[in-house]
């Protein structure tokens, strides 16, 4: 599948009430991972060597 059926294949599937709550919850999901991704982006980089 390319990027541009994906995108209209989500917006046909958005117009639905099941395609709404399908894509409500994956918004909630992520949002909810962004700390732990914060947090995990954060130790990389301070245990990362120094470039310099």
Known sequence: MTVDSVISF???FSGTDVGRGVLIGVAIGS??????LL???AS???KAPSAF
């Open 39 to 41: 947090r995990w982006l």
């Open 31 to 36: 949002l909810k991972s962004v700390p732990r």
């Open 44 to 46: 990389v980089i301070c």
């Open 10 to 12: 989500l917006v046909q």
